[in-house]
C-alpha cells in the first residue's frame, strides 16, 4: 500500500498556472503508475492524466492535452502534475492515485490521496 499526500492546490485566475505535488511512502514508489484524476461538484470522478512507472510514457484527457503536463521525481516519491492555461472548468478537487497499470479507469488504482481544490475564476 501507498500513502499519497497532495498539495499545491488554490485559487487562479483564468489563464494561469498552478504546479500539484503528489508525495507518495514506500520504497517502491518507482514501480508505479501515477495518475491524477479530478471531481467536480455532482459529477463523477474523471481522469486526467497519467505516467508510467518509468516516466517514459504519459497518457492525458483530451481537454487537457497541451496544457497539463504529468511528471514524476522516483528519487523523491513525488509526482507532479503542471496546469497551464487554467479554465473555470478545470475547477475541481485534484486527486492522485497509484496504481499497476497505465490506465484512465479509476478502478485501476489501488491507493488515492485525500484531493486537493483547485479553483478557477473567470
Known amino acids: 500500500q501507498v500513502q499519497l499526500v497532495e498539495s499545491g492546490g488554490g485559487l487562479v485566475q483564468a489563464g494561469g498556472s498552478l504546479r500539484l505535488s503528489c508525495v507518495a511512502s514506500g520504497r517502491t514508489f518507482g514501480t508505479y503508475v501515477m495518475g491524477w484524476f479530478r471531481q467536480a461538484p455532482s459529477k463523477e470522478r474523471e481522469f486526467v492524466a497519467a505516467?508510467?512507472?518509468?516516466?517514459?510514457?504519459?497518457i492525458y484527457e483530451d481537454s487537457v492535452k497541451g496544457r497539463f503536463v504529468i511528471s514524476k521525481s522516483n528519487a523523491k516519491n513525488t509526482a507532479y502534475l503542471q496546469m497551464d492555461s487554467l479554465r473555470p472548468e478545470d475547477t475541481a478537487v485534484y486527486y492522485c492515485?497509484?496504481?499497476?497499470?497505465?490506465?484512465?479507469?479509476?478502478?485501476?488504482?489501488?491507493?488515492w490521496g485525500q484531493g486537493t481544490q483547485v479553483t478557477v475564476s473567470s
Open positions: 492515485a497509484a496504481g499497476p497499470y497505465l490506465d484512465q479507469v479509476p478502478s485501476s488504482y489501488n491507493d
Open positions: 505516467i508510467s512507472w518509468s516516466g517514459g510514457v504519459t
